[in-house]
């Protein structure tokens, strides 16, 4: 009988689940709503996967004339059958991703770039040894840092429906079921689509910040609980394997350099919602949660080790724990190991009971730190392995442990972060109420610097607590107190971060150390300091002056003691999303670039060492994109095993809603991380050509980009009149406004609702205009040489393939004819004519552009598979934007006078289009 070849079989399939879950979506309408709805639903699939197909003028306009004709129901209906088509097609792609992986380990093949075994085979082809790769992991730190950014518009009861769906799929990828097996899984996929089609797609209500926290917890149930721990046990085994040792072996364990961060709760720029009572009952949630899973994994653990001492013996200490338990069951008299485990479980009760302020249901003494937690554990483990039962120590117990070290008593460290104008304000405040006259704003920012320093070092307080500040000071100061107080109760690791949004001088980083040495987290008498204080820089100006201000602040003695406290550790924040709305996305990504060779540089003539910290959002306008090319291409000396990013909005779901796939995207990240920061790592420095080339192409593309947005007449209105920027505001899907301040300009909206906007109605603006002008102007400039050094550039610098496939992939989704019907929705059609060909052709340009650059004759010809993904949900997104144009059209008129089926329908088709396109925001 001959072997069934994986990666064929795998073949295929995801054309069948796809084809499988359309049919289940079209039996579950016709059940549902009738064989006429299901019909029309069904005639509307036809016509637009046929003009798609045939491209066929006769079959847009039949297509065009039923969506127009539909009555309001069958408009709900139909965008509704779209929608969830999409989420389906989301669903059986991801499964796909994973049957392949799966299918390429079965066949043998070589790892793929983006894994631990070709990571660490690049390590030792570069000279390292284990011992010198356990030093790299001895100094790494790596964290993905999940955001409530409002991204992501699929409610948890849907995305919790997603998971059932992908797991039925899973199932019968993974067993060869019987046909009785067969028959309970497609029954109970049918079902599972029908629970889905059932529930409701839209929120009723905006979510509050701790709907954000418990949506972020969700994460940490489904993967990063079970899969970090057992991410590091395969590195561990991994590198024991390459010395030789078996797996029964006591394998070297590493420090837990890898940690998943938050700002759910703690990220109050602009969010008015977060307070130090929401900080603490994030962290409190936080515990609840943790401890309720530590109680579980050592109850589960105490039910399999029945290991008994006549015979299997355990060591004085683990005896010890077993007679201190309060288990004093004579069936377990002679399991130690189980008693042990029941004195642990009494422990975390009773530490959680002490954590949360509540009364401990029995006498079990609390455990002082989770050090304390770890060396019980530790204990369990060392009297299995010196008793023979060392493999019993290498599974549950094993991940555990590390789960104690990553987790401790706090799950996730939550990141401060506040606007420096807020910052400013209070200090101001606060000098001027101890100081009268001091004048704080009116300071220039070298006389700032020098009055911050001798506050900081001033053992007295500034603010009184006899004296009324305003509700702004008073809920700053009350957030830093509750900082604090988190550091006393769960450790300094639960809020380790300060970070500074919209920095621009060094009087920034200064006035939030004084805010900190107010509420007792820096101590000026030792120069200690219990958090990091973080600046980050955003806008393309800030960008270009974030060296000389870094510079700066290293200069400054006192601020040197600070450091010395935190390791000699700066960490810095690049901000993608507000630099690319003001700069536009080459001259965004360029300035980044440049920004951090230049921190380097700073970083080691000061001696520092540099973390950097990059606030990537999902899609490409706003920084999104694969996290292994994005790491890779950072300058020579920018990784150095430190990195930090956020995870935001719908990439959260995607990337860590199940267990496989958020076990391979850490994976990615090591192994990025790992190789940028080998000798040679990062790739060497630009041509000098290459960084000239990039400098002429970022100014050319800055000013074509800043003469549409922020220099033509009208461009807010047309903006705002051709998108659904304003209905967004409707999907409440997060707790934050969409503008910084109550304005209608531009530079106060927020890069999100922009980036969303503009990928709403395909044209996907901020992820490619300006590019196309300028590679015009650098060809015109330089001829045949300039395409041949631009072409080098594409096939030897990995910034700029990483720059340009992104931007090949936001072209892809684009569609220009479909942008140019919600360009009809604009009122003032004088206005409408004089900006639309002008963004018609530089979309025309930069598509050419990427053309030539990489020698294709379309777009995606060298991702076959991503272009045929994109090809066979076009025809499911199109009728979605056709009927979105329709339905603003009508509500905008005053169509149906004020008919809530046209506001739900519009709500819907965003749902849908979101879904479709995948990293809208």
């Known amino acids: 009988m001959n072997a069934i070849d994986p990666l064929k079989a795998a073949e295929g399939r995801l054309r069948r689940d796809i084809r499988q879950l359309g049919q289940l979506l079209g039996d579950t309408v016709r059940a549902q709503h009738g064989e006429a709805a299901f019909e029309l639903i069904e005639r509307i699939r036809r016509l637009s996967t046929g003009f798609h197909r045939l491209d066929d003028e006769a079959l847009r306009q039949e297509l065009a004339a039923t969506l127009d004709g539909l009555s309001p129901e069958q408009t709900t209906q139909v965008v509704r059958a779209f929608s969830y088509f999409s989420q389906l097609v989301n669903i059986a792609e991801d499964q796909d991703q994973l049957r392949r992986r799966r299918a ?26 284990t011992e010198a790769l356990r030093e790299v992991f001895h100094s790494a730190k790596i964290s993905p840092v999940l955001t409530a950014h409002p991204t992501e518009v699929q409610r948890k009861s849907i995305l919790n429906c997603q998971q059932a769906i992908a797991r039925l799929l899973d199932e019968r990828d993974r067993m060869q079921l019987t046909p009785d097996e067969q028959e309970a899984n497609a029954d109970a996929l049918r079902r599972a689509v029908l629970t889905l089609w059932q529930t409701r797609m839209l929120r009723f209500s905006k979510l509050s910040v701790m709907d954000e926290v418990s949506n972020g917890l969700s994460y940490f149930d489904a993967t990063f609980l079970t899969e970090l721990p057992r991410l590091y046990a395969r590195l561990e085994d991994r590198l024991a394997r390459a010395e030789g040792k078996d797996d029964d072996a006591d394998t070297p364990e590493l420090p837990s350099f890898l940690k998943v961060g938050s700002w759910i709760g703690g990220d109050r720029d602009g969010n008015p919602f977060v307070t130090a009572e929401v900080l603490e009952e994030a962290l409190a949630t936080q515990a609840r949660r943790l401890f309720a899973w530590y109680r579980e994994e050592v109850s589960t653990l105490a039910s399999q080790l029945s290991v008994a001492e006549l015979l299997a013996g355990a060591s004085d200490a683990l005896l010890a724990l077993a007679t201190a338990s309060p288990d004093r069951s004579p069936h377990r008299m002679d399991e130690p190991y189980r008693r042990a485990l029941s004195g642990i479980l009494a422990g975390l009760a009773a530490t959680e009971a002490q954590l949360l302020g509540q009364t401990a249901k029995d006498n079990a003494a609390p455990y002082a730190s989770p050090a304390a937690l770890a060396a019980d554990l530790r204990t369990v483990r060392d009297s299995l392995c010196a008793h023979g039962c060392a493999p019993l120590a290498r599974g549950r117990l094993r991940r555990l442990r590390r789960a104690v070290d990553v987790f401790g008593f706090h799950l996730a460290p939550i990141d401060l972060r506040q606007n420096s104008d807020v910052h400013e304000r209070v200090v101001a405040e606060l000098l001027e109420a101890a100081h009268p006259g001091t004048g704080y ?76 040495k107010e509420c007792g987290l820096l101590h000026p008498e030792d120069g200690r300091l219990d958090v990091n204080i973080i600046p980050l820089f955003e806008t393309i100006a800030d960008l270009q002056h974030s060296g000389p201000v870094m510079d700066r602040l290293l200069s400054l003695h006192p601020y040197r003691r600070l450091l010395a406290s935190r390791n000699d550790t700066q960490e810095v924040m690049l901000g993608y999303s507000d630099s690319n709305k003001d700069g536009g996305f080459l001259t965004s990504g360029w300035e980044l670039f440049k920004a951090e060779t230049e921190l380097v540089s700073v970083f080691a003539r000061r001696n520092v060492r540099l973390r950097l910290f990059h606030g990537r959002g999902g899609s490409v306008g706003r920084g999104g994109g694969p996290s292994y090319q994005a790491i890779l291409a950072q300058p020579k000396g920018a ?52 960084v000239e080339a990039m400098d002429e192409l970022s100014a050319a593309a800055f000013a074509a980009y800043r003469a549409l947005v922020y220099e033509t007449d009208g461009f807010e209105r047309y903006f705002r009149e051709s998108t659904v920027l304003a209905e967004i505001a ?78 090949e992939m936001v072209l892809a989704k684009s569609d220009i004819a479909i942008a140019g019907r919600y360009a009809g929705l604009v009122e003032d059609l004088a206005l409408a004519a004089a900006i639309f060909p002008r963004i018609q052709a530089e979309h025309a340009a930069t598509v050419d552009a990427v053309l030539r650059i990489t020698g294709q004759a379309e777009l995606l010809d060298a991702s076959p598979q991503l272009k045929d993904a994109l090809r066979n949900r076009f025809p499911y997104l199109d009728p979605l934007n056709h009927v979105q144009v329709e339905l603003l059209r009508r509500y905008r008129q005053g169509e149906g006078n004020g008919d809530e089926r046209i506001r739900r329908a519009i709500r819907l ?12 925001g």
């Open 730 to 807: 409707d999907l409440n899907i997060g707790s934050r406004p969409a503008s910084r301040k109550p304005s209608t300009a531009i530079e106060d909206l927020r890069a999100i609702p922009w980036v969303f906007s503009w990928a709403q109605c395909r044209l996907m603006l901020p992820g490619w205009f300006g590019f196309g002008s300028a590679v015009s102007a650098y060809l015109a400039a330089h001829g045949d040489a300039g395409l041949t050094r631009l072409q080098a550039m594409q096939q030897d610098w990995p910034f700029f393939a990483s720059l340009l496939g992104n931007m």
């Open 639 to 690: 990784v150095q095993g430190q990195i930090r990013l956020t995870e935001q909005g719908e990439v959260i779901a995607a990337k860590y809603g199940r267990p496989e796939a958020g076990l391979a995207n850490l994976e990615v990240l090591v192994a990025a991380t790992l190789e940028a920061s080998l000798p040679g790592g990062g790739g060497d420095a630009p041509r000098a050509d290459f």
């Open 441 to 516: 704003l009116r300071l220039r920012e070298g006389a700032r610097i020098e009055l911050l320093l001798a506050e900081i070092a001033s053992p007295r307080p500034l603010a009184s607590p006899y004296r009324s500040y305003s509700a702004e000071t008073e809920g700053e100061l009350a957030i830093f107190r509750a900082a604090r107080q988190a550091h006393l109760r769960y450790g300094p690791a639960a809020v380790p971060n300060c970070i500074i949004s919209k920095t621009d001088g060094v009087s920034d980083m200064l006035e939030v150390a004084l805010l900190l």
């Open 909 to 920: 088709s965003i749902n849908g289009i979101a879904a479709g396109l995948r990293n809208s």
């Open 104 to 129: 390429a380990q079965l066949a043998g093949e070589a790892p793929a770039p983006g894994s631990l075994d070709v990571a660490l085979q690049r390590a030792f082809d570069s000279g390292l040894d």
